[in-house]
């Protein structure tokens, strides 16, 4: 895991060389494509347990559980073209990704899919990096992929996610009923959905972000 640096770091720190191709830049952080190398991170997080209760990523659950951690994940995950997943660098001093960021069951004719953020590095929550890394995609979703729709699902007790869903303009559409397992007892889901003039209007917003730098890679294809 990496060092942050805004706490330890001074502001002159050069960052970390840049892995894979950089997708999407913000203030906090930026998205890049996923390597081989970043498995090794991968490994690490399928076995948090505070990850599996708070996030019950099914990307995590199938590297861990169907793929037993083979590097041939990898491959199918790029080539799966119901799902983009990015990774998530930040700036000023972190040595090493702070999480994962995908969009899933991308569904290109309906134009809707899922999106899924995960933090895994617990020094890095709280500092608005999930929130920009969700932005940003969305933002991927809108531009480059032509989504008219992106939803998420949340556990009923994760009231970070939900409040950073709220801080990127999604609403609170529904709420399975105890339709989430954390291995022990099941819980409702709480379900978010946002649409692309809601995405346009957040974007309008957060002047920062405008003009989107043009893509200096594929979020598809490997590094």
Known sequence: ???PGPDALSGSTPPPPERGSVISRGTRVYLRTFTPADLDHLSA???????????????LQSYKHVWDKSPAF???MLTDPTQVVLVIEAYRGWTAPVGVVRLF?????EGYCFLETIIADPRAMKRGFGV???????????????LRRIEAKVYEYNVLSMNSLR?????????????GFDGERYWDLVIFGILKEEIE??????????PLDPPEGNGREPS
């Open 167 to 179: 801080r990127n303009g999604f609403r609170q559409e529904g709420v399975l009923r105890q339709a």
């Open 132 to 146: 920009e890394a969700g932005k940003l995609i969305s933002y991927y979703g809108v531009d480059v992929l032509g």
């Open 201 to 210: 209007a957040q974007r309008k917003k957060d002047k920062v972000y405008l």
């Open 74 to 76: 990898f491959e199918a």
């Open 45 to 59: 997080w399928v076995d948090d347990p505070f990850l599996e209760r708070m996030v019950g990523s099914e990307l």
């Open 1 to 3: 895991m990496g060092q």
């Open 105 to 109: 069951n991308i569904h290109l004719l």
